[in-house]
Each structure stands twice: as C-alpha cells, then as structure tokens.
C-alpha cells in the first residue's frame, strides 16, 4: 500500500507557472505519474516518471511545457508547469503505479487525493 499526498495547487493567470509536489509513503513503485480531471470531462494523463531509472513519459497536450521529475531522498514526485493556459484547469492527482504492465498502460494503483490548478485568461 502506498500513500500519496499532494500540494502545491491554486490559482494562477495564463503564461504562469506552478510547482506540484507529491509525498509518497514508499518508493517502492514502478513508476509514479499525474493526472488531471477537469469539470466534465474524464480523468487524462499527463506525465509519468519511472523510479528505476528516471525515464519521463508526457501526454502530448504537455511537452515541452512541464516536466516531472523525482526526489528519492524525500520520496516526494514533482511537476513542474509552465506556460499555463485555462485548459489546464482542473484537479491534478498523484498515482503510482506496482507494475511494468500498470505503468504501460497508465493504469496506475494508487492515488492522492488531488489538488486543484486554475488558471485564468
């Protein structure tokens, strides 16, 4: 079982930046990622971060703007967003992932409890 605590969401204009921080219980993962859900629409993926060797996988809708990165001294996954626009507003959760086969898939087995980003025009 892994336990994940998010931060770092709120609010911010279009063009700004915004850090996210995720706790982790353990690193004992596969990989650990973040999603987001805005209003009315299905949870995506956004960004994904094998522990093993720091590999970054991104949704296209996000290169080049963010970048997930990890701490191992603090168990703690980051993403760090830049050239925020209001599209992507919505609640942003840390997941982690057991297996190869979950991290592939983005199916991942854990998950925080969220923390909103808005973003306004």
């Known amino acids: 079982q892994v336990q994940l605590v998010e931060s770092g969401g709120g609010s911010v204009q279009a063009g700004g930046s915004l850090r996210l921080s995720c706790v982790a219980s353990t690193f004992s993962s596969y990989c650990m990622g973040w999603f987001r859900q805005a209003p009315g629409k299905e949870r995506e993926r956004v960004a994904s971060?094998?522990?093993?060797?720091?590999?970054?996988v991104y949704a296209d809708s996000v290169k080049g703007r963010f970048t997930v990165s990890l701490d191992h001294t603090k168990n703690t996954l980051y993403l760090q967003m830049n050239s925020l626009n209001p599209e992507d507003t919505a609640v942003y959760y840390c997941a982690a992932g057991d297996s190869l086969l979950s991290c592939l898939q983005w199916r991942h087995n854990y998950w925080g409890q969220g923390t909103q980003v808005t973003v306004s025009s």
């Open positions: 971060i094998y522990i093993r060797d720091d590999t970054e």
